[in-house]
Every structure is written in C-alpha cells, then in structure tokens.
C-alpha cells in the first residue's frame, strides 16, 4: 500500500506539545480519499500500475471522453487522476477506497508541491547575489547582476544563467518528514515543520523513497527518559 500516494490540501501551521516540555512546529494537511478507477496490466502497456482518483468535480465540468469514461468504469467522476506504478496489481480492486490508514506503520514521508509564487524578482532576492559596489562610480545600478555574457565568442548568454526572472511558483519535493501524528476521523495528518506553497496548496504525501534510520521526536524522548533512569540504579 505504501507504493500508491494520497492528495491533500495544506490548511496551515500549528504547534505540538509534548510532556517533556517540547513544542514542534506541525503543518496541517487535509487529506482526500483515493479511489482505484482503472488497474493497469504489464500485457496491456508494459508495466503494471493503479490508476487513482481524488476529489469531487461536478459531471457539467467534464469533457465528452471523461465522462463516458467514468460512465464505463460505473464510479462517479474524480477531479484529479494519478498513476502510480507498483509491483503487483493483486491487492488492487477497480472501486477500492484508502485513506490515512496507508501511513499507519510509515514514520516519514515525502512531501510534493508547488511553492509560493513571488513574481518578477531581481537576482539579490532570487539567487542571493551580493549586488554591485555602493560608491565609487556605480551609477543606478547597486542591484544589478552585472555582466552575463562574453566576448564575440561565444557571443551569447548561456541558457541556465542566474538571472532576474520569475520566482517561485514551481513543484518543489521535500524529503524525510516526520509524521507527528493523524487523524483519522477528520482525514488530517500533521508533519513536523513547514512544506512548500501557501494555504489549500494542493499537496501529494508518499511514503519516504529513502531508507531512513533516524529517530522520531518520540523516540528521542524516551530515549533520554531511559538514559535519565540508567545512572539511578547505579547509585543504589
């Protein structure tokens, strides 16, 4: 189940206590149920995946094709479609539904989405460059990047080049966040830390591809309780 991912909407950032005393900086993601629309056979395309559906769109919103492919599937109409490949289909069902339950044994996940977008932005902000000089005959442009090209060969600015542009507004993924803890009821799962993009971002959450051996905050509290309990002994 860990190979599939779900879809959430980022609702914004809290704090979690903990009885030592500790306060974690937590976001809060609303997350959306999958359902299976379509599995995908190795004979059929040369690989095998699941094809899952999230959120609620109303059928006027649809093309023509769309809905006559929900109507053969016999599911009602999702917003979003993703694939995921997995390494066998037998535990997949076309109409099966999962939730949080998925993370259930999971301690970190990967985190995919689309940062804050910041507009037209100069190359101090975007690409941290000190600037031109303050004084001594610097005219005007104090926040320049200063020369891009070159001579007459090559004659040309290089593509990639660090320059002032648009910034922000890209699909950006964070790895090995810890799970602070879900709710299962009201579908919401809290991560240690922040994520990219503003509030009801869309935001993808999968299992962490990196085999992790760190400890959890939890862990790492008992952890020290234990340590705390071991010199006692000695001393009696």
Do not use: C, W
């Not at 379509?38 to 006027?60: D, M, P, T």
């Not at 507009?119 to 303050?134: D, E, T, V």
């Not at 542009?165 to 830390?193: A, C, F, P, V, W």
């Amino acid at each position: 189940m860990s190979e599939i991912a779900l879809i959430g909407k980022k609702i914004g950032m809290t704090r979690e206590f903990y009885k030592s005393g500790q306060s974690v900086p937590v976001t809060v993601v609303k997350m959306e149920k999958a359902r299976v629309i379509q599995i995908i056979q190795k004979e059929k395309r040369g690989y095998e995946a699941v094809q899952l559906g999230f959120g609620k769109i109303k059928s006027s919103k649809l093309s023509k094709a769309m809905k006559g492919f929900y109507t053969k599937k016999n599911t009602e109409s999702k917003k979003t479609l993703k694939e995921f490949r997995v390494k066998s289909t037998e535990n997949y069902k076309e109409g099966n539904e999962f939730g949080l339950e998925i993370f259930k044994e999971v301690k970190f996940v990967d985190v995919k989405s689309k940062t804050i977008g910041k507009g037209f932005a100069g190359p101090m902000k975007r690409h941290n460059f000190s600037g031109l000089r303050a004084t001594h005959g610097v005219s005007i442009s104090h926040r320049s990047h200063g020369s891009t090209g070159q001579r007459q060969d090559p004659g040309k600015v290089f593509k990639g080049k660090k320059m002032a542009g648009h910034m922000g507004d890209k699909i950006r993924t964070i790895q090995n966040i810890e799970i602070i803890k879900s709710d299962l009821e009201n579908n919401l799962l809290y991560l240690k830390g922040s994520i990219p993009g503003s509030k009801n971002t869309e935001v993808m959450v999968k299992k962490a591809v990196k085999n992790l051996k760190k400890l959890t905050i939890l862990e790492k509290i008992e952890a020290a309780e234990k340590a705390k309990k071991i010199p006692d002994k000695k001393k009696k």
